[in-house]
């Protein structure tokens, strides 16, 4: 019976066996045989059934002889015979008993052949390479697809002197397009941008500088991509991060973005180990392409008067100025232009009062300038702009003006570009919205200014210049329960028309501070005839983008409630204007309580500590949408009639979507409240207010200025360095020499050991306010904390 059983299950295996082996017979391409471009996928497959030769229909009626992974489900073709002639449906590729090989329309006219090195071809195969070669019958390689490459290369190809890969036009057109990645004869690979539609270059933006040296690119089966000498020695790689090619499907790509990327792909789940089934980047060249082209012919890394930024994924972007719209939709590199039309130079038309500008910090368009000026100031740039009809956009950077005409070519937006462009739009225009790419809605920023001066005016102008303060909201999971249109401003907010506030005023008479972006009057609204004070911040012209975002702002602002927030009471909205109505604070900045001559009360200090830190903590953790301040400091900490602490300036904000909150921005300044990561091009998080507070906790706690230059010691001029050197020390008790009450307070020394947790340079290190609060408030132990520079290195 046993027997029985088991010689059954034996027949049924080789049942299988054999069906399993009939089933996906490979064969040759031999004489005669031919695959025809319709809608029935004929093709050639690998033995393993990974690759195929075949037609793939790109558009309607249009075809492209191709070679594809074909085990996964995403089209990803490697390389094709037609890219710049699609063929009609009918069309055909044959192998002739005479030896060609060749692709012809349905007329039978030929399109493209293979070039044979030598006469003798009898078959073609599909190999598991992904390599199609045709064959001499001792199986003598006369013609592969390995040596005609397009974007593309494989494990196991190699690129020559004269090899090329040109990139494709965009994600859908497979047509050549603008970037070309190639090993010269002289020995050095190189990209460049292309002199579309010609076959010239431009531009070199990436190079291995190999020069003589330089013999061929090998993208070797252990997944390394890399250069060698003639004598076979590394030159250099293109790419080291390798990746098992039994495990996954790989290829490199000069993509039609001008990036050239290593690709994997899972082969199966088990391999996936935690990765998407899905193509990920394992490796690119060049870093940053939005800063390596800068030509002097042709548009740059993107189209014509857009801006190239560097995503978070890594991925360029081209996106248009507000204002602008892109040109072809479908292409987003076809670059913007202007949805307004241009100003008028005719003298009579008067068009300069029609005008103004819209901000972006840290943008340039490098070599489309036609004036330069030194020496001048921002208003004064400003001016100059609008009164010339040529001008497109100025750009204003460290007290130099740039006058910039049609076309921008080189866009782009990196922290270390700095400065700010000023863009001009027709002011009936001034609503419309960026519409750049499909990839479009990034963080446009709302640039806010610090609208409270303090005592120190140098040290002010020096923060006001040098920093441009995004806030940055995005919607949390709970924030679900926000109405759809939540651009309403909430219930309590009162809408006031110009008027009304010009009057409350006295027309803007009696100002209490001033920012780059803002100017803060105080006002007196009746309501009911019961009068109250009020602080009208009054945002100076453009510094916000549009109704819609003005009002989503009002919005995120006006669904905060915290008694130690600074409480939004109404907003205007008319015309041009934008304001905003908070209550008054009587005793005004932190900066002015703080820095007087006599010292205020360890305990008053301590009370506004905790004020601003459950403040923070509310805004990051509590509030229906996260804000993050970015500006916290004392000039942004104002004082009630009882002394309580409220923070003010926050959320002068953008809702971001939730997958934008990580986003790349940046900015040039100096040593001060502002985190580190803002210069390193890090992600900016809630960790940037930890930071600030830190810093601010530090001046509450030692009663004096971060940076002092009137100090005894110069290692005690920057508080935060001085603070740890200190406690690094044990001399804690230098920091408040003679404050008595401070340093009878036995919590004095955990206080400014959760200060220097705040200031860590790293911003994973730093607790969130949350945690700051409960270390202050004594629930959970402090533990030590590190050197705050210890891991600037790792940054
Ligand atoms: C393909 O043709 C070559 C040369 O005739 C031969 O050596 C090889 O076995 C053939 N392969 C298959 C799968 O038929
Ligand atoms: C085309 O190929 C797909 C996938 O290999 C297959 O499911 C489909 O049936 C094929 N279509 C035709 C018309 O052969
Ligand atoms: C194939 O080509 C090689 C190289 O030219 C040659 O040596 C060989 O004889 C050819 N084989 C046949 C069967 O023609
Ligand atoms: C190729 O070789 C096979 C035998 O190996 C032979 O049958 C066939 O006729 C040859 N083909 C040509 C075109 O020479
Ligand atoms: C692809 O782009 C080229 C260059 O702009 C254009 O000529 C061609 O028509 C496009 N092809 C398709 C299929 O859209
Ligand atoms: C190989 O060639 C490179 C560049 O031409 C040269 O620098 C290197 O010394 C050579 N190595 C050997 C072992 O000859
Ligand atoms: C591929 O290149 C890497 C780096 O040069 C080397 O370590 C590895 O052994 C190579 N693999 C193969 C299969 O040649
Ligand atoms: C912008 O203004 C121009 C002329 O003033 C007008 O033709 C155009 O339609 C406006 N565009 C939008 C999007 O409002
Ligand atoms: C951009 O915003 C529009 C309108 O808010 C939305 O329909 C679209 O899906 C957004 N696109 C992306 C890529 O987020």
């Known amino acids: ?226 250069l060698v000498a003639k004598n076979g020695s590394l030159l250099n790689y293109v790419a080291s991060n390798a990746a098992s090619t039994s495990q996954f499907y790989q290829r490199a790509i000069l993509e039609y973005d001008g990036v050239l990327r290593h690709y994997v792909y899972p082969k199966s789940a088990n391999s996936a180990g935690g990765r998407a089934m899905a193509w990920s980047t394992m490796d690119f060249i060049p870093s940053n392409i939005c800063m390596r082209i800068t030509q002097s012919t042709g548009s740059g890394a993107c189209g014509f008067n857009s801006f190239c930024s560097l995503g978070t994924d890594q991925m360029p972007n081209c996106d248009c100025p507000v204002g602008y719209s892109v040109v072809d939709p479908n292409d987003r590199m076809s670059g913007c232009q202007p949805k307004f039309a241009p100003q008028n130079c005719d003298e009579e038309a008067h068009e300069t009062d029609l005008f103004s500008f819209t901000e972006m910090p840290n943008t340039d368009w490098p070599l489309s300038d036609y004036a330069y000026f030194k020496q001048v100031r921002e208003d004064w740039c400003r001016q100059v702009c609008l009164d010339d009809c040529f001008c497109a956009v100025a750009i204003y950077r460290d007290g130099n003006c740039w006058k910039k005409k049609y076309p921008l070519s080189n866009g782009r937006v990196d922290s270390s570009v700095g400065g700010k462009a000023l863009i001009k739009i027709r002011k009936n225009n001034a609503t419309t919205h960026s519409s750049g790419s499909k990839k479009g809605n990034r963080s446009t920023l709302i640039v806010t200014g610090s609208v409270f001066l303090g005592s120190s005016m140098l040290l002010n102008l020096l923060l006001l210049s040098c920093l441009l303060l995004y806030v940055l909201c995005f919607n949390q999971q709970k924030s679900r329960r926000l109405q759809p249109n939540q651009v309403l401003p909430g219930p309590n907010i ?33 309501n009911d005839n019961i009068e109250n004070v009020v602080a009208v911040k009054k945002l100076h012209k453009m510094a916000t983008e549009g109704e819609q975002e003005f009002k989503a702002e009002v919005s ?106 990580r986003t790349t921005t940046g900015i040039r300044g100096t040593k001060g409240y502002v985190a580190p990561e803002w210069f390193r091009n890090l992600p900016v998080t809630s960790k940037v207010d930890v930071y600030s507070f830190g810093i601010l906790f530090l001046e509450l706690i030692c009663c004096r200025k971060n940076f002092e230059r009137d100090v005894e010691v110069e290692t005690e001029m920057i508080l935060a360095d001085f603070a740890y050197d200190c406690y690094k020390d044990g001399t804690l008790h230098l920091l408040v020499a003679n404050d008595e009450e401070a340093l009878n307070d036995k919590r004095f020394d955990k206080f400014v050991m959760i200060a220097i947790w705040c200031i860590q340079e790293d911003p994973a290190l730093r607790p969130t306010m949350k945690r700051v609060v409960q270390l202050m408030e004594g629930s959970v132990e402090v533990p030590i904390p590190p050197d705050p520079a210890s891991s600037i290195t790792s940054m």
């Open 1 to 226: 019976m046993a027997f029985a059983v088991s010689s059954i299950m034996l027949f049924v295996l080789l049942f299988l066996l054999a069906l399993s082996a009939t089933s996906q017979p490979y064969r040759n391409v031999t004489f005669g045989s031919s695959l025809t471009a319709n809608n029935a996928n004929s093709t050639w497959l690998s033995p393993s059934g990974e690759f195929a030769f075949g037609f793939q229909q790109i558009i309607q009626g249009g075809y492209l002889l191709a070679i594809w992974f074909n085990k996964i489900p995403e089209r990803t073709i490697v390389w094709s015979a037609n890219r710049d002639n699609l063929v009609q449906e009918g069309s055909k590729v044959q192998l002739f008993a005479d030896g060609r090989f060749e692709l012809s329309d349905p007329r039978g006219q030929q399109i493209w052949a293979a070039t044979l090195s030598r006469v003798g071809l009898t078959y073609g195969a599909m190999l598991d390479t992904g390599n199609f070669v045709l064959a001499n019958n001792s199986s003598v390689v006369l013609w592969q697809s390995f040596d005609e490459p397009t974007d593309t290369l494989l494990p196991t190809q190699t690129m020559n002197q004269d090899g090329r890969l040109v990139s494709s036009f965009s994600e859908t057109n497979y047509s050549r397009g603008r970037f070309l990645f190639t090993l010269q004869t002289d020995g050095n690979l190189v990209s460049y941008t292309r002199n579309f539609p010609t076959d010239d270059v431009i531009f070199a933006y990436w190079s291995t500088q190999t020069l003589g040296s330089g013999f061929q690119v090998i993208f070797n089966q252990s997944g390394y991509i890399f």
């Open 494 to 526: 009162r809408r006031f028309g110009f008027k009304k506030l010009q009057e409350a005023t006295n027309g803007f008479k009696e100002e209490l501070g001033r920012g780059a972006y803002s100017t803060v009057y105080k006002g007196i609204v009746k």
């Open 556 to 661: 995120s602002i006006s669904r905060t409630n915290h008694k130690n927030l600074v409480q939004l009471l109404g907003y205007c909205d008319e015309g041009q204007n934008r304001l905003l109505v908070y209550e008054f604070m009587s005793n005004g900045s932190l900066s002015n309580f703080l820095f007087q001559s006599s010292r205020p009360n360890w305990y008053k200090r301590l009370q506004i500590a905790f004020a601003t830190a459950r403040g923070l903590c509310y805004l990051h953790e509590e509030c229906n949408n996260q804000i993050i301040h970015c500006d916290i400091k004392p000039q942004n900490i104002l004082l009630d009639e009882s002394f309580t602490a409220k923070i003010s300036d926050f959320g002068i904000a953008k809702l971001l979507k939730p997958d934008q909150s």
